[in-house]
C-alpha cells in the first residue's frame, strides 16, 4: 500500500534529524498524526518561528535573536579569555560547569576534508580575526576529542601559533568519581600522559 505524498513528505523530513532512520521517521510520522496533533503543530510553529528569528551572533557565531548573543553581550565576562567550541550545544554544556567566565567561538562544526568541510566552512577566518583583536590572551581550545575535533584544534593552533597569543587546549582524563577498573585504556593512558603534580 502507498503512503499519500504528504505523509511520504512528512516522512522524509522526520529523516533529516540526527539518528532517525526511515523506519524511526515513519513511526515518528504515524504518531504524530494519529495520536498528537496538537504536538505537531507545536512542532511546525516552534520550527517556523525558529527559522524565522534565529541567527549568528556577530561576535562568537552562536545562535541568537539578537545581533549579539547575551554572553558576548555580558560585561561581566573575562574579554581576553578566548574558548573555542564545535557548535552551540557545547557552548551550553560548557555554561553548565559555572567554570567558565569569557567569552566563546562557534565554529558551527569541525574539519572534515572527506565531508567536505574545510577551514571556509567552519569559519576559520572569523576566529582567526577575533584571536587577533588586541584583546584577547589567551584561546582554549574545546573542541571534541575525535579524529576531527584534534584535527580541528591542531589546525587552529598552528594558526594561531604565531599571533602572540595563548593557545591552550582542554584536559582529559578520568571522570570525576570514576573508578580505574572501569575507565577503558585509552583514557587511561591520555590520564597518565596528562598527569600533574599533586
Do not use: W
Request: net charge negative.
Amino acid at each position: 500500500m502507498e503512503n499519500p505524498p504528504s505523509l511520504d513528505e512528512l516522512i522524509r523530513a522526520l529523516r533529516c534529524l540526527p539518528g532517525v532512520g526511515p523506519k524511526s521517521a515513519q513511526r515518528m510520522a504515524f504518531h504524530l498524526l494519529q495520536r498528537d496533533h496538537d504536538g505537531a503543530r507545536r512542532l511546525a510553529d516552534g520550527l517556523n518561528l525558529a527559522l524565522g528569528r534565529i541567527r549568528h551572533c556577530g561576535k562568537c557565531n552562536t545562535f541568537t535573536e539578537a545581533e549579539m548573543c547575551v554572553v558576548c553581550a555580558s560585561v561581566r565576562r573575562d574579554p581576553t579569555l578566548l574558548c573555542v567550541v564545535e557548535t552551540p550545544a557545547d557552548l551550553a554544556v560548557m555554561e553548565q560547569t559555572q567554570s567558565y567566565a569569557g567569552h566563546y567561538f562557534v565554529l558551527m562544526g569541525r574539519l572534515s576534508p572527506l565531508d567536505g568541510i574545510g577551514p571556509r566552512e567552519i569559519h576559520l577566518d572569523r576566529l582567526l580575526q577575533r584571536a587577533s583583536d588586541g584583546v584577547v590572551k589567551e584561546v582554549i581550545l574545546a573542541t571534541n576529542f575525535t579524529v576531527e575535533g584534534e584535527a580541528t584544534a591542531h589546525y587552529v593552533s598552528e594558526l594561531l601559533g604565531d599571533k602572540g597569543v595563548k593557545v591552550t587546549r582542554i584536559a582529559r582524563g578520568l571522570p570525576v568519581g570514576g573508578e580505574l577498573e572501569h575507565v577503558d585504556s585509552g583514557t587511561l593512558a591520555q590520564a597518565l600522559l596528562e598527569r600533574r603534580p599533586a
